[in-house]
C-alpha cells in the first residue's frame, strides 16, 4: 500500500476513533449509572436495617414500626414515605408525623403526640380529648390537671364537644381554677359548674371572652347562680 494511502487511512480511523469517543463514555456512564441504580434499589444492598422512632410516648415504638409496616431488608429507596406516613398517622395519639430516609439503611419515623385538652366521663372510665375532640386515649381514672367536659358523644364532628371546648378555650384563669365541670345539655344550654356549688350559665358557645370576663367579675357577689347567656342582660341569684 502506498504510504500516502496508509497514512490517509490511519487518519479516517484517528477521526473515526475521536468521534466515538464521545458517545462511549455517554454509555459508559450510563452503564455504570444503571448498575448502581440496579443496586440501590433492585437489591438489599442499601435495605432497610432499622425502623427508628423518635417521639413516641403515649406509643410505643414497637406500635410505631408494627403501624410503619416497612419489612426488614425492603430497598431503602423503593419504601413509600407517604403511605408509611399514612399507616402511622391512623394511631390515634398521633397527631403529626414525618417519615424520612437515614442512608444507608434506616428508615426515621418522627412522631408529634396529641396534647390533652380534656377529659370526658365515659362509664366508668375517661376519654381524654385533644383540642379539637379527637379521643386518643382511654384511662381507668380522671388525670386531676386535666378539666372535665360532660357530653353525651365526644368526638371532632360532635357538636357538644367542639361547644364545650370552645368553652374551655374562653375561661379566665380565675374560672379554670374554680371549675367541676363543662356541662353540656343542648346548643344554647351549656353550664359552667364550679366548687362551691355555683353555676354559671352560659348558653350557647358565642362571645365566650365576654361571657368569662363578666362571669369572673361576679365572682366577688353573693348568689349561686350566674347567668351570662346574654351578657348584656346579666343575672345573680
Known amino acids: 500500500m502506498p504510504p500516502s494511502v496508509r497514512r490517509f487511512t490511519q487518519r479516517a480511523r484517528q477521526r473515526r476513533l475521536r468521534a466515538a469517543l464521545p458517545w462511549a463514555l455517554i454509555g459508559a456512564v450510563l452503564a455504570l449509572a444503571a448498575l448502581l441504580t440496579w443496586i440501590v434499589v433492585g437489591t438489599g444492598v442499601f435495605g432497610v436495617r432499622e425502623v427508628r422512632v423518635v417521639g413516641a410516648e403515649l406509643v410505643t415504638p414497637d406500635q410505631v414500626r408494627q403501624a410503619a409496616d416497612v419489612p426488614a431488608g425492603t430497598p431503602l429507596a423503593r419504601v413509600d414515605l407517604a403511605a408509611v406516613r399514612s399507616r402511622v398517622a391512623e394511631l390515634a395519639p398521633v397527631g403529626r408525623v414525618t417519615v424520612s430516609r437515614q442512608w444507608p439503611d ?3 419515623v418522627e412522631v408529634v403526640e396529641r396534647t390533652p385538652a380534656a377529659v370526658v366521663p365515659q362509664g366508668e372510665r375517661f376519654a381524654v380529648v385533644d383540642s379539637v375532640g379527637v379521643v386518643f386515649q382511654t384511662l381507668p381514672s380522671r ?3 386535666l ?3 360532660r357530653v353525651a358523644t365526644p368526638g371532632p ?3 357538644a364537644t367542639r361547644s364545650a371546648l370552645q368553652v374551655l378555650a374562653a375561661l379566665t384563669p380565675e374560672l379554670r381554677e ?3 365541670e363543662v356541662l ?3 346548643p344554647a344550654r351549656i353550664k359552667v359548674l364550679l366548687h362551691g356549688g355555683r353555676t354559671v350559665i352560659w348558653g350557647d358557645p358565642t362571645d365566650g371572652g365576654t361571657k368569662a370576663r363578666v362571669a369572673t367579675a361576679l365572682l366577688a357577689r353573693k348568689g349561686d347562680v350566674i347567668d ?3 351578657p348584656d342582660v346579666v ?3
Open 106 to 108: 434506616t428508615v426515621l
Open 143 to 145: 388525670p386531676e390537671q
Open 147 to 149: 378539666p372535665l367536659i
Open 157 to 159: 364532628e360532635d357538636g
Open 178 to 180: 374554680r371549675l367541676v
Open 184 to 186: 353540656v345539655e343542648g
Open 228 to 230: 351570662v347567656s346574654a
Open 235 to 237: 343575672t345573680i341569684r
